[in-house]
């Protein structure tokens, strides 16, 4: 089963503007990561952020975590068209078994008119 | 390679036919996973090894699914008896996991298996 779920499922937008993704998940968490996927094939690790983290930036990303409401919000900022793709989170869990192994929300679906 | 190897790249079978997927992940990765994509979907976790055996298989969909990695390094997807739902996005990664925990997972490009 999936664990974390993206919003919006598909976000359309002007080369320039800023693009907002969502992530809520509902287990207790290691880290949480997202991914970049292009055409369907292989995923391009973005950023992590673990459990005991707010706040964590790489270039023109910028990713929350609130573990309080299981939710973490990824920000692209002065968007260009390459930036088109899929964009997933994932979830590492906190213990045990769920600790090592990826589980991988529904993502959402950006693209950057140009 | 610098990167994680999946082979091959396109994979088109009949119904009942039996196929194998390869991966050569990252060299010095012990994790290993697959995951299974379909359309418009994120990736399913199908099993994981960490070195040679596979500490969690509960994402197999069924016994027709079989994976190895005998070595500790190259593992092999396998599917007997194929079935038109099969068809997806096959993917593998591989991560060093030094406390246990996963970090960044790096992935191969897909077999896009097609059952016809």
């Known amino acids: 089963s999936q664990q974390g779920e993206e919003d919006p499922q598909a976000l359309s937008i002007q080369e320039g503007e800023n693009a907002t993704m969502n992530c809520s998940y509902k287990t207790s968490i290691n880290n949480l990561q997202w991914y970049r996927q292009n055409s369907g094939r292989g995923l391009v690790h973005l950023i992590l952020i673990r459990s005991n983290e707010r706040e964590k930036h790489s270039g023109r990303l910028r990713v929350t975590l609130d573990t309080s409401k299981k939710s973490s919000s990824l920000l692209i900022t002065a968007s260009r068209a390459a930036d088109t793709a899929s964009y997933f989170c994932a979830t590492a869990g906190a213990w045990g078994d769920s600790s090592y192994k990826l589980i991988f929300g529904s993502g959402t679906r950006l693209l950057v008119r140009p | 390679g610098a990167g994680v190897s999946q082979t091959p790249s396109n994979k088109v079978t009949e119904k009942g036919k039996y196929v194998e997927l390869r991966c050569d992940p990252i060299?010095?990765?012990?994790?290993l996973y697959w995951y299974r994509q379909s359309l418009g979907q994120g990736p399913e976790f199908l099993i994981y090894?960490?070195?040679?055996?596979?500490?969690?298989d509960s994402g197999l969909p069924n016994d027709r699914f079989f994976a190895v990695r005998p070595e500790g390094s190259v593992s092999t997807l396998k599917i007997q008896r194929t079935e038109r739902g099969d068809s997806a996005v096959y993917l593998c990664?591989?991560?060093?996991?030094?406390?246990?925990?996963?970090?960044?997972?790096?992935f191969g490009q897909g077999t896009r298996l097609t059952v016809v």
């Open positions: 060299s010095g990765h012990t994790a």
């Open positions: 090894f960490q070195g040679t055996g596979a500490a969690d």
């Open positions: 990664a591989s991560s060093s996991t030094p406390d246990g925990k996963v970090t960044e997972a790096f």
